[in-house]
Structure formats: C-alpha cells, structure tokens
C-alpha cells in the first residue's frame, strides 16, 4: 500500500495542481525519543526508494540551527530529517471528483439518501429519499463509515464483513511558525503528529486516532483528544500553543477494514472490494476501508471488478485527466495568478492566489466579464462575494453559507459569525 501510495502521488499532483502540491515535512531529532536518529533514516531511504524516480526531492539532514523550520522548535533539537510528501485539499477534491463526473455523463444527487433497493428481474430497484424509483445494472456501495450499515439494512445483504471507525480529530491554531514547511512530530506513545502551514495565516495540527462509535456517534474533538494535540505539539515548539489559541476544529470518521488489530492506529489502510451478483447480473460492489492517496487506483480496481457484468466498459482513463480547473503545469501556477490579476485589475494577489487555488483555470471563468469591484456583487467578508457564491451554486451544488464556508472553501476561519449570518440571509433571499 505505500509503494502504491508513493507512486500515484505524483500522478494526483499532475492532475490537480491548484489544489495539490508538494510539501516539504521536517522530522526534528532529539534526546529521549522511542525511535533511534539512525533508524529513521533507514527509514526514510526505504521510503524515498519505494516512491520511485518522481519529481520530488529526496530525504534531506538539516541542522536545525541554520535552517528557519529550527527557530520554532525548543533549543534541544539540533537536528532533522526533512523529507517531501504532498497536501490535497480534501473538500475540493471531493466536490472536483464530483464535477468530473457529472461533466461526464453522471447525474449527481446532493443531499439525496438511499433508503432501500432491491434485486428485480436482473436489475437494481432503488428508492431514494426524494421518492424516486432509478433502476440500475448495478451498484457500488462506497458509503464509507456507513458501508456496512448500508450493506445489511439497506440492501438486505447478510454480509460478515465490517469497517473499523477510527476518529482523526483536528486544531487550527494562530500561526506557530511563517514558514512553508510542516513538521512530523514523534510522541512518546508511538504515535506520529503533523504541523501543517494551513490557509496562510493559521497551522494545522493533528490527528488523533481513537476507535469511534457509530457510525451514528457524534463526530467531534473531544477535550481529551484537544488537550492530547496541544501537548503533542508543546513538546516541541519553543513557544506554548494553548486552547485559546484554537481557532476551530474538525474531526473525520476513516472506516478502516476490520482486520482485527488491537489499536486503531495499527489497523490496516489498505482497502477491500467485496462483490456479489445475482446469476451474473446486478452487481454490488461494496467498499471497505481506502485511504485519500489511492482513492483513483481504488476507483480503477472497482471498475475492473464490475468489468465482466459491463461488456461496453472501456479501459482505464483518469491517469493522465486533470479535473476540472486543474489543465496547467504546476510550474505555472504563479503565472495564472499574475494572469488573472491582469485581466482583473481590481483583485490583489492575495484575492487572486485564492480564487486560483481553489479553482484553477475555473477562476477565468467564474470572473468572465468582470472589469470592476461592482461587478462582483455583494461583498460578504475574506474577499467572498455574491459572484463566487453564485458560481459555486450553480456548478458545484453549494445550498447554505456552511456550504460555502467549510465544504467548498474554508473562508470561516477568516469570516465573522455576523459576516457567515449575511451569506445564509443572501441564500435565503434567492429563488427555489
């Protein structure tokens, strides 16, 4: 699965370069830690050797002292590791995955449940929550923490297979350090914590791994796992984070495939693909388990699953496919934002790197026709307005201002409870 991971890595950095990019990762070195300097290293040779000859640079040693990731870090940490890995946007990839298909023929149903189907006469009966009826030749079950639940109650499957949920809890704090890299912080209890650069003005700390009940259980950052976090990180950082300077939370559910291990964070990443039929017709492909890294290879071997019940499937495409906004080079990102600076003079660089970060080539064109500040309409706050709201409802389903505060962007972070009040009142003034 790391071999895999490593080498698709750079196949999604082609293919979403405004919302994907390479990310250096410093490993600071110091008394008392469970794992030797030496096998660390070791490490990290096996690590750069599985990713292959790709773009990214090799493991580095750094001297903490003349290095500026090393001024942020306590005065017992004289040397690091600094190895390259990548950051995606996860929200934007989700909604870009969705666009994509949807560009491609797919009808994408927002806020539509599935609440029972049925085999019948060699086809899928689906009802849905907006009590429809969609009949298919088959169907894939990729409910996540939910699939299991979906597998046995909705489908009527008597399946022995089962997911693990393990929470990953998040802090964004005010920013601990200018610097572009992040830090991989070892803890006493085996555990491995990031320190992430996170949307210019704050870090990004995380993640817990705690076993999670559900898939109904309340998703959220416990005390504990907060109080976990900031100590995690004060072991390290010259300068104490507390909780006043958290800014917000976030915590995620990851349905890992039950392999039975004892802990949560030694079950397995790797993922499952079960399929059953009905005398060779109506599949159900269930998904257990994956990670983000290998969320296409995942999606290609589903395929190549369902292939022998579709005779009309053709092969393997997205390897080589941008999603939507992302058909440039990385090299030229800083370029696209000089470009959209020029054709709209009244964005500063900051507005432009935003919107081009987000979007990509999409950037041209949800600002088509704009020669003034007025032409972007209402001006919500964090440089949102009524033109991006407007483009985001139509090509990417946004229905609330937590729509478009969280699951399309993370502009909340900079946005007032007053200012995210104006956006839901916009909303709700418009039509439908």
Same mark, same amino acid.
């Given at each position: 699965l790391v071999r895999e991971a490593l080498q698709e890595r750079d196949v999604l950095l082609k293919a979403m370069p405004h919302i994907a990019w390479p990310? +250096?990762? $410093?490993?600071?070195?110091?008394?008392?830690q469970r794992r030797a300097g030496w096998l660390l290293r070791l490490g990290l040779f096996v690590y750069d050797r599985l990713g292959g000859r790709g773009s990214l640079p090799g493991t580095e040693t750094l001297m903490l002292a003349a290095d500026p990731s090393g001024a942020a870090l306590k005065p017992e940490f004289v040397k690091a590791y600094e190895y390259s890995d990548g950051w995606v946007d996860d929200a934007r990839l989700v909604i870009l995955n969705a666009r994509d298909a949807a560009a491609n023929g797919a009808n994408v149903a927002p806020r539509t449940r599935l609440e029972r189907a049925t085999r019948v006469d060699g086809l899928w009966r689906a009802?849905?929550?907006?009590?429809?009826?969609?009949?298919?030749?088959g169907l894939v079950n990729a409910a996540g923490p939910w699939v299991a639940d979906v597998l046995n109650a909705r489908l009527g499957a008597n399946s022995a297979a089962s997911? +693990?949920? $393990?929470?990953?809890?998040?802090?964004?704090?005010r920013q601990v350090f200018a610097h572009e890299k992040s830090y991989f912080l070892q803890q006493p209890d085996g555990r491995i914590i990031f320190a992430i650069p996170y949307e210019g003005a704050f870090t990004l700390i995380g993640t817990t791994d705690s076993d999670h009940e559900g898939p109904n259980g309340a998703v959220i950052c416990t005390p504990a796992e907060r109080d976990y976090l900031l100590d995690a990180a004060n072991r390290y950082f010259a300068t104490a984070i507390t909780a006043e300077d958290i800014v917000w939370t976030y915590s995620g559910v990851r349905p890992l495939y039950d392999d039975g291990a004892s802990s949560a964070s030694s079950a397995t990443r790797d993922y499952v693909l079960e399929v059953s039929d009905a005398g060779g017709a109506a599949p159900l492909l269930s998904v257990f388990g994956g990670k983000i890294t290998t969320y296409r290879r995942l999606a290609e071997a589903a395929l190549v699953k369902l292939g022998p019940f579709f005779e009309d499937m053709g092969p393997p495409?997205?390897?080589?496919?941008?999603?939507?906004g992302g058909n440039f080079a990385a090299c030229n990102l800083s370029k696209l934002i000089e470009d959209l600076r020029a054709a709209h003079p009244?964005?500063?660089?900051?507005?432009?790197?935003?919107?081009?970060?987000?979007y990509g080539l999409d950037a041209f064109d949800m600002l088509h026709g704009a020669t003034g500040i007025e032409?972007?309409?209402q001006a919500f706050g964090a440089t949102l307005t009524a033109r991006e709201v407007d483009w985001l409802c139509r090509n990417e389903w946004a229905r609330t201002a937590e729509d478009i505060c969280w699951r399309r962007s993370k502009l909340g972070l900079r946005m007032s409870a007053a200012e995210i009040e104006d956006l839901q009142t916009y909303f709700l003034r418009q039509p439908g």
């Open positions: 990310m +250096r990762f $410093v490993l600071p070195i110091g008394p008392g009802e849905t929550s907006g009590e429809q009826i969609i009949f298919a030749r997911v +693990r949920l $393990v929470r990953g809890s998040h802090i964004v704090v495409w997205t390897a080589g496919t941008p999603l939507p009244f964005l500063d660089t900051a507005w432009a790197g935003r919107l081009i970060r987000a032409d972007m309409g």
